[in-house]
C-alpha cells in the first residue's frame, strides 16, 4: 500500500514541519513506501489531494492541525479513499474525538497498521465541507483573537481570548431555522458541531456522534456576563454545561442561521464569510482511521 502525506509546516506554530522530520526518519528507516507534499499556501491541501487521487492513491494522511485536516478531506471525493491524521496542531480537537494518540509516531504506526477505521459525516456550511465543528458568535470570536493575538500560549491563549472578549461582547440575536419552524433568539454562541471538542479541549458537544447522520446545535442563550464566566469552563469538565438551563441542545440534520450583523463564525479554525448560514448533512461521508478502542 502507498502512502501520500500532506505536510502543513506551519501547522502548531511550527510544529507540523518538525513533526514531519521525525516522521519521515520513521518511513525511510522501516523502509515503508512513501510519497508526500508540503502545503504552501492556504486550500493548497486541497489542491494537493484532488491531485493525488486522481493518481490513483488509496491513502492520503493529514500531518498538521484540524484545519489541515478539512483542506484535505474537502479533496476527497470518493469513499474508497482512506484519510489518516496525524496530530501537529495545536487544539488536536478532531484527534480527540477520534480518540487517536498524541504521539505522532504512534499516530501513524497506528495508520500503517491499518487498523480500524470507520465513515464520518462530511457536513456543509453554505458551500464549504467541514469536518470536526462549526461555531458562531462569541466561541468564534474566541478562535480569532486567540489565533492572531496569543498563538505563542498554547491551551492558553484560548481562555485568555475568551477574557477579552467577554468583556466587551455584546449579546447578538439570531433567526434559526430548524426542520421548518423559525425562531427568534439571542446568544452568546451557537456551536454546530459533528465531534466532540473544540477550542483546544473543550468538550463542548459531548453528545455528538459522528456516524450518525447528525448535527448536535449546542446554544448558549443569553445571560448575564457573570454566569457566563463562572459557568463557562464547564466545558473543560465532562461536557456538565449541558445541565445549565440556559444551555440548549438540538439534533438536526440541516439548520439555518440569519443574523443581522456580520458575527464572525469560523469552521475547523477557518473563518466563513456572509451573515446567512446555512449547515446540513447530505450524506457525504469520509473514511477515516480511529484507534481501536473508538
Given at each position: 500500500?502507498?502512502?501520500?502525506?500532506?505536510v502543513?509546516?506551519?501547522?502548531?506554530?511550527?510544529?507540523?514541519?518538525?513533526v514531519?522530520?521525525?516522521?519521515e526518519?520513521?518511513?525511510n528507516?522501516?523502509?515503508i513506501?512513501?510519497?508526500?507534499?508540503?502545503?504552501?499556501?492556504?486550500?493548497?491541501?486541497?489542491?494537493?489531494?484532488k491531485?493525488v487521487?486522481?493518481?490513483?492513491?488509496?491513502?492520503?494522511?493529514?500531518?498538521?492541525?484540524?484545519?489541515t485536516?478539512?483542506?484535505?478531506a474537502?479533496?476527497i471525493?470518493?469513499?474508497?479513499?482512506?484519510?489518516?491524521?496525524?496530530?501537529?496542531?495545536?487544539?488536536?480537537?478532531?484527534?480527540?474525538?477520534?480518540?487517536?494518540p498524541?504521539n505522532?509516531?504512534?499516530?501513524?504506526?497506528?495508520i500503517?497498521?491499518?487498523s480500524?477505521?470507520?465513515?464520518?459525516?462530511?457536513?456543509?456550511?453554505?458551500?464549504?465541507?467541514?469536518v470536526?465543528?462549526?461555531?458562531?458568535g462569541?466561541?468564534?470570536?474566541?478562535?480569532?483573537?486567540a489565533?492572531?493575538?496569543?498563538?505563542?500560549?498554547?491551551?492558553?491563549?484560548?481562555?485568555i481570548?475568551?477574557?477579552?472578549?467577554?468583556?466587551?461582547?455584546?449579546?447578538?440575536?439570531?433567526?434559526?431555522?430548524?426542520?421548518?419552524?423559525?425562531?427568534?433568539?439571542?446568544?452568546?454562541?451557537?456551536?454546530?458541531?459533528?465531534?466532540?471538542?473544540?477550542?483546544?479541549?473543550?468538550?463542548?458537544?459531548?453528545?455528538s456522534?459522528?456516524?450518525?447522520?447528525?448535527?448536535?446545535?449546542?446554544?448558549?442563550h443569553?445571560?448575564?456576563?457573570?454566569?457566563?464566566?463562572?459557568?463557562?469552563?464547564?466545558?473543560?469538565?465532562?461536557g456538565?454545561?449541558?445541565?445549565?438551563?440556559?444551555?440548549?441542545?438540538?439534533?438536526?440534520?440541516?439548520?439555518?442561521?440569519?443574523?443581522?450583523?456580520?458575527i464572525?463564525t469560523?469552521a475547523d479554525?477557518?473563518?466563513?464569510d456572509?451573515t446567512?448560514?446555512?449547515?446540513?448533512?447530505?450524506?457525504k461521508?469520509?473514511?477515516?482511521?480511529?484507534?481501536?478502542?473508538?
Amino acid at each position: 500500500m502507498d502512502y501520500f502525506f500532506i505536510v502543513n509546516p506551519v501547522a502548531g506554530l511550527g510544529k507540523g514541519l518538525k513533526v514531519w522530520e521525525k516522521i519521515e526518519n520513521y518511513l525511510n528507516k522501516e523502509k515503508i513506501k512513501f510519497d508526500y507534499k508540503i502545503t504552501e499556501y492556504p486550500k493548497h491541501a486541497t489542491e494537493i489531494a484532488k491531485d493525488v487521487v486522481k493518481k490513483g492513491y488509496k491513502v492520503l494522511i493529514s500531518v498538521g492541525g484540524d484545519g489541515t485536516t478539512r483542506e484535505v478531506a474537502d479533496g476527497i471525493e470518493d469513499k474508497d479513499i482512506s484519510l489518516g491524521i496525524i496530530p501537529a496542531g495545536r487544539g488536536r480537537d478532531l484527534p480527540r474525538t477520534l480518540k487517536l494518540p498524541k504521539n505522532p509516531l504512534d499516530a501513524l504506526k497506528l495508520i500503517l497498521k491499518n487498523s480500524k477505521s470507520i465513515e464520518i459525516d462530511h457536513p456543509k456550511v453554505n458551500d464549504e465541507r467541514f469536518v470536526n465543528f462549526c461555531g458562531v458568535g462569541l466561541d468564534a470570536e474566541v478562535a480569532k483573537v486567540a489565533n492572531t493575538k496569543y498563538k505563542g500560549f498554547g491551551t492558553l491563549s484560548y481562555l485568555i481570548a475568551f477574557l477579552e472578549v467577554l468583556i466587551k461582547w455584546k449579546v447578538p440575536e439570531f433567526v434559526i431555522e430548524v426542520e421548518g419552524k423559525v425562531r427568534n433568539i439571542k446568544a452568546y454562541l451557537i456551536t454546530i458541531a459533528n465531534g466532540k471538542f473544540a477550542g483546544g479541549g473543550m468538550q463542548i458537544s459531548p453528545y455528538s456522534n459522528m456516524e450518525d447522520g447528525l448535527l448536535d446545535i449546542v446554544i448558549f442563550h443569553n445571560m448575564t456576563k457573570l454566569k457566563l464566566f463562572f459557568n463557562f469552563p464547564r466545558v473543560y469538565f465532562g461536557g456538565t454545561h449541558m445541565k445549565l438551563d440556559v444551555v440548549e441542545h438540538i439534533r438536526t440534520k440541516d439548520i439555518k442561521i440569519n443574523f443581522k450583523e456580520n458575527i464572525t463564525t469560523q469552521a475547523d479554525g477557518d473563518l466563513v464569510d456572509g451573515t446567512t448560514k446555512h449547515f446540513k448533512i447530505d450524506g457525504k461521508k469520509i473514511k477515516v482511521f480511529v484507534s481501536e478502542n473508538y
